[in-house]
């Protein structure tokens, strides 16, 4: 049985040994341990993740990092060099390809080969794994930028351990955040172990004196999922990290769209996460904040998808994220191209240093929103914790099978998929079915009374056809679906 216990070094140099066995890159020299602390220890501060992150914590900025990512290594290396150049990015990701998200390293190895003869990506990312050791250490060597890995990948084992003996100091993911919504099929119980392998690897270089960045994957299914839902993942992820040994954590938040729940969600977000990491008892934490901007339907209108981008990046600066994830024009078209890749970053980064020293006051509807998203979560986690009888690995695989935690739109079989989305009246998300989600009647009431609020307004019953004239509303000009619509 799965516990939020710390893998003893021992058996997780046992594990390690059949990971590093899953593909031959896994050989390579440079993943011996001692030879990996030495190489990271020897980085500069303003290649390290986590240093660069601090650093934009204390000055109160909030810095900007894209997606991207290619199949052959001099493209994805030619790609990041222009986006960082030419974009002004902060920090550079490499997204990993669905095959590697998969660990089908063979097929991986098969598009990066019909890639070089044909002369352009045939992958949907950077496959890391193939790349191995030297292909991920020369894409380091050829920025000046901390590189993180970005992907959705259940089993994330092998990957992690290449990234960070290339001195990459961060990754993303978690055992509920790169399950549940990328997933159909795969169990909690699996991937929570996969991840508790991760964290545990970047407990290990902490304890050498390496510091390394671990971001849970925030958006979820990026679509209408209300505040209290995402954040309590993160929180979840946030203790179960920490129970590994990491330090440095980046809990993160997908926008919403309304102006005041998303500074809310943000700021209930780092307090709550920070709160519980203390009362589980995990000192010493660095916890940083990311937000991405929109991760529902985009608008495929150029102009429209600009300003979309600029509203993002108002909300994150003016929310005090310490990092933004962007977003391109090319959204609704499939993966950018390094210029409009660049654009966006730029765009975006504009946004946030011109508001850099403004922040939202504390009216009294923003204290008002802080005050119920942090009561959600508290009753969310409240029944975490019961369900498990105090073990927060054990309580989130009982809470997703029985729906107290449940995720709207997620494709896996493990989520009860009951509860319904809809925003209310100035747009914030609210929940209209609650399917078996662990609240108090009070907290449902607070919600039945915002979206009676706006069924009477906009003159309709409170049902389903709201729920999907909300999904597509953004990308149709909107931020609350109208009965128009339908
Ligand atoms: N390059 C750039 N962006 C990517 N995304 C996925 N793969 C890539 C890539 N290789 C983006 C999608 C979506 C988000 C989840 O990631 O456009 O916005």
């Known amino acids: 049985m799965i516990e939020n216990k710390k893998i003893p070094l021992e058996e997780f140099l046992t594990i390690r040994k059949e990971v590093l066995r899953t593909w031959h890159t896994g050989n390579h020299p440079g993943l011996d341990l001692d030879v990996a602390v030495a190489k990271l220890k020897a980085l500069p501060d303003h290649k390290n993740f986590a240093k660069k992150l601090r650093k934009a914590k204390e000055e109160g900025i909030t810095l900007v990092q894209p997606r991207a990512g290619v199949a052959r290594l001099n493209e994805h290396i030619e790609l990041l060099q222009y986006l960082e150049v030419e974009g002004h990015a902060d920090f550079l990701p490499s997204t990993i390809d669905s095959y590697t998200r998969h660990n089908r390293y063979q097929n991986a ?39 993180q890995a970005r992907h959705g990948t259940p089993d994330a084992r092998l990957l992690s351990e290449i990234i960070h003996a290339s001195g990459w100091t961060s990754n993303e993911g978690g055992g509920i955040s790169y399950n549940i919504p990328y997933a159909k099929k795969i169990s909690l119980e699996d991937t929570i172990r996969y991840w ?79 709160h519980y990491l203390k009362i589980f008892g995990y000192e010493d934490m660095f916890v940083t904040t990311v937000f991405h901007q929109w991760m529902g339907g985009f608008p495929a209108n150029e102009s429209e998808a600009v300003a979309l981008i600029g509203y ?4 994150a600066a003016m929310g005090k994220a310490t990092k933004m994830i962007t977003k391109t024009t090319h959204e609704s078209f499939g993966v950018p191209t390094k210029e409009a890749n660049a654009k966006a970053i730029r765009t975006s980064r504009y946004i946030t240093t011109i508001l850099k020293d403004q922040q939202t006051p504390d009216s009294e509807e923003l204290l008002v929103e802080i005050e119920q998203i942090k009561k959600e979560v508290d009753s969310l986690m409240r029944s975490v914790v019961k369900a498990g009888k105090g073990d927060i690995a054990q309580g989130s695989i009982k809470a997703f099978k029985d729906g107290l935690i449940d995720i709207p739109f997620a494709p896996s079989e493990i989520n009860n998929g009951k509860i319904l989305p809809a925003r209310d009246l100035d747009g914030k998300i609210r929940i209209l079915e609650f399917g078996n989600l662990g609240f108090t009647e009070e907290i449902k009431k ?3 009374d915002k979206l009676q609020a706006r069924a009477e307004k906009q003159d309709r019953p409170l049902e389903i056809q709201m729920v999907i004239d909300d999904i597509y509303a953004v990308s149709n000009g909107n931020l609350v679906g109208e009965k128009e619509n339908n």
Not at 312 to 315: L, P, W
């Open 312 to 315: 993002a990046s108002t909300v």
């Open 109 to 147: 190895e098969d598009g990066i080969n019909e890639s070089e003869k044909q002369g352009r990506s045939l992958l949907n990312g950077f496959p890391a794994v193939n790349h191995g050791v030297d292909g991920c250490s020369k894409v380091l060597d050829s920025v000046n930028s901390p590189l």
């Open 196 to 274: 508790q392998y991760c964290d545990r690897l970047v407990g290990y270089y902490e304890e050498q004196g390496v510091e390394i960045n671990r971001e849970p994957y925030g958006p979820l299914t990026g679509t209408l999922v209300p505040p209290c839902i995402s954040n309590t993942v993160a929180i979840l992820e946030a203790l179960m990290a920490a129970e590994q040994g990491v330090k440095n954590i980046t809990v993160g938040y997908g926008q919403g769209g309304n102006l005041i729940q998303d500074v809310a969600a943000l700021r209930a977000l780092e307090e709550q996460t920070n």
């Open 446 to 448: 607070f919600h039945q």
